[in-house]
């Protein structure tokens, strides 16, 4: 069982610097702490990679009643910006099917509300329980989730609501593909969107 997740970034500049452009790309994070750069879409399965290719969640299928792999996804922005800030994230299109359940970050209110690294696991302790993983299967149901930014390291840099830091990284927004025992089988045709807003100035 997969689900694609395609994550897409939005820029809004403040007026005046609309020659500015911040470089963003989606990083991922695995195993050891280890950084990926540029994985842009997801595949949920049963096993903690980066390869997006089918072969790779056909041989690791979550079975039904069990939850996927925890993905780390993270912002990284590099020049030209002055200024990133007023970061949110939230599940903007598609459906999920019956019996399974997306659950991500919640907002991120203070640098104690962002999550400390935690090698990804298919269980719903520990950083996948607090900060809490809240369900955002339903669009209409997923309010803009806050997002905070500082540094060169989603985990153990400060994060503040905004960052002059040249280049920097988002706070980790962790999502998590859970079912039941009678969620579906085979591959979903599912594609969801999950966007990340900012302000760059």
């Known amino acids: 069982m997969i689900l694609v997740l395609i994550l897409s970034p939005v820029s809004t500049q403040q007026e005046g610097e609309l020659n500015m452009a911040a470089t ?39 079975v039904a009643g069990t939850n996927s792999f925890g993905k780390w996804k993270y912002g990284h922005f590099t020049a030209p910006y002055s200024m990133i800030e007023a970061g949110l994230w939230s599940h903007q299109a598609g459906a999920i099917a019956a019996q399974i359940t997306l659950f991500g970050s919640e907002s991120v209110v ?49 994060k503040t609501a905004s960052t002059t830091d040249v280049p920097t990284v988002s706070s980790y927004i962790v999502t998590q593909l859970r079912t039941t025992g009678t969620a579906p089988a085979g591959e979903l045709s599912n594609t969801i969107t999950l966007m990340l807003r900012y302000d760059e100035s």
């Open 24 to 62: 963003f790309e989606w990083d991922e994070a695995n195993g050891a702490e280890v950084e990926t750069h540029n994985i842009p879409t997801t595949n949920y399965k049963n096993v903690d990679n980066t390869t997006e290719t089918a072969g790779s969640y056909q041989s690791n299928p979550i």
């Open 110 to 158: 203070s640098d104690a509300t962002t999550h400390d690294w935690e090698a990804p696991n298919t269980g719903t302790a520990g950083e996948m329980a607090t900060p809490p993983l809240e369900d955002v299967t339903a669009v209409t149901a997923t309010p803009d989730r806050g997002v905070w930014f500082g540094g060169t390291t989603p985990a153990t840099a400060v």
